[in-house]
């Protein structure tokens, strides 16, 4: 792999992340260009990129993460939008009364394999809330309002272990 890098593309067609032009670092100040790509599985290729030629120089990259320039991606169609546009956003919940209510604000959007996730930093502080990014949770998207309505799905709380009594056994049922 002298020279050559493994690159995970999240488009939404894998192949054509050499299609979008030069890629950049996330301060936008370096460009990247692909010379060649070559399908390893899935969305993962091995990468050839210009003027990147040892295997140090590739090294160098390891984990760098590359974006798209926004203005080469297409327009999102109606009812689409870019994922990166939904962090920021309020999340807003219907109170019993339906009055929506601040929830938190949407910290970022996570994917592990399963599906995306929002993560939602709650508005009165305390630790973040994970959402599976569904039409069922996600009913409505506003991003001109900058708001998002969210129905966070029930939850289902674990029974408490059982308390050992002085001894160090388990109670007796």
């Keep these: 792999m ?3 890098v493994r690159l995970q593309s999240f488009t939404e ?19 990247f260009s692909i010379a060649s790509l070559r399908l390893v599985k899935n969305a993962v290729f091995v990468a050839r990129i210009e003027g990147v030629t040892t295997r140090e ?3 160098a990259l390891t984990n760098l993460s590359l974006y798209v320039s926004r203005e080469a991606l297409p327009p999102p169609e109606e009812e689409e939008f870019y994922l990166a546009d939904l962090i920021g956003l309020d999340a807003f919940v219907a109170d019993a ?11 970022d959007v996570l ?3 399963g599906g995306d996730i929002l993560e939602i930093a709650p508005s009165d502080g305390g630790e973040t809330r994970l959402l599976p990014f569904t039409r069922q949770v996600v009913p409505r998207i506003d ?13 289902v709380e674990a029974q408490e272990p059982p308390e050992k009594d002085a001894g160090g056994d388990e109670p007796s049922p």
């Design 143 to 155: 991003l001109t309002a900058r708001r998002v309505l969210v129905v966070p799905p029930e939850e």
């Design 111 to 113: 994917n592990f394999g």
């Design 57 to 59: 120089a590739a090294e």
């Design 2 to 4: 002298r020279g050559e």
């Design 13 to 31: 067609v894998p192949q054509a992340i050499s299609a979008y032009g030069p890629l950049s670092d996330a301060s936008g100040k370096k460009s």
């Design 97 to 107: 009364d339906g009055k929506e209510v601040l929830f938190g604000r949407i910290a």
